[in-house]
T-cell receptor, first 115, second 115 residues
Framework: AQSVTQPDIHITVSEGASLELRCNYSYGATPYLFWYVQSPGQGLQLLLKYFSGDTLVQGIKGFEAEFKRSQSSFNLRKPSVHWSDAAEYFCAVGAPQGGGNKLTFGTGTQLKVEL | KAGVTQTPRYLIKTRGQQVTLSCSPISGHRSVSWYQQTPGQGLQFLFEYFSETQRNKGNFPGRFSGRQFSNSRSEMNVSTLELGDSALYLC??????????????FGPGTRLTVT
């Protein structure tokens, strides 16, 4: 069975500071990995995804993530956080083949940005 | 291109009643997945429909059911509502075919409150 762990429930950073949100997954092979963001009362917006190839992936809004197979991690980073980045962030994992479009999500990390 | 739409956005029902939620995917997308989001359990996969057939099912009781129409629009139904069914129900659509996991685009959700 696949699973995702987001160890940080809440993170507070100052505007302009760098950000790293942690994500660890459990899966028997190389999964497909995603990061989504959710603003209050909204659905989920896809930030970036890893399917294969280059382990450093770029996404929207200046976010990037690095897939590290040896650590079973897919951490999300941003060099300089903006106040509008305050939201909840979810890491998700899915089976590349045979599992359809089922995603397993982590419990989320709530990001607060201090001005 | 219009995004995923869900109706209604908000719903209040009484225990024991049933409810039907609707999801219209992005034009051309044939896969529709449903997720339940609660503070206690997080985001959990309910089921996925592809070409009018249920392709995947999560670990939910039989009170939760769904269907998909020939135009790819999907409905989910919850019968005999319980207080614990109060949640944000999210629908996601994907262009993926042949069983491979694809990018999923989420709607804004339907907030269901059971009293």
């Amino acid at each position: 069975a696949q699973s995702v762990t987001q160890p940080d429930i809440h993170i507070t950073v100052s505007e302009g500071a760098s950000l790293e949100l942690r994500c660890n997954y459990s899966y028997g092979a190389t999964p497909y990995l995603f990061w989504y963001v959710q603003s209050p009362g909204q659905g989920l917006q896809l930030l970036l995804k890893y399917f294969s190839g280059d382990t450093l992936v770029q996404g929207i809004k200046g976010f990037e993530a690095e897939f590290k197979r040896s650590q079973s991690s897919f951490n999300l980073r941003k060099p300089s956080v903006h106040w509008s980045d305050a939201a909840e962030y979810f890491c998700a994992v899915g089976a590349p083949q045979g599992g359809g479009n089922k995603l397993t999500f982590g419990t989320g990390t709530q990001l607060k940005v201090e001005l | 291109k219009a995004g995923v739409t869900q109706t209604p956005r908000y719903l209040i029902k009484t225990r024991g009643q049933q409810v039907t939620l609707s999801c219209s995917p992005i034009s051309g997308h044939r896969s529709v997945s449903w997720y339940q989001q609660t503070p206690g359990q997080g985001l959990q996969f309910l089921f996925e429909y592809f070409s009018e057939t249920q392709r995947n099912k999560g670990n939910f009781p039989g009170r939760f059911s769904g269907r998909q129409f020939s135009n790819s629009r999907s409905e989910m139904n919850v019968s005999t509502l319980e207080l614990g069914d109060s949640a944000l129900y999210l629908c996601a659509s994907s262009l993926s075919v042949s069983g491979r996991l694809g990018e999923q685009y989420f709607g804004p959700g339907t907030r269901l409150t059971v009293t």
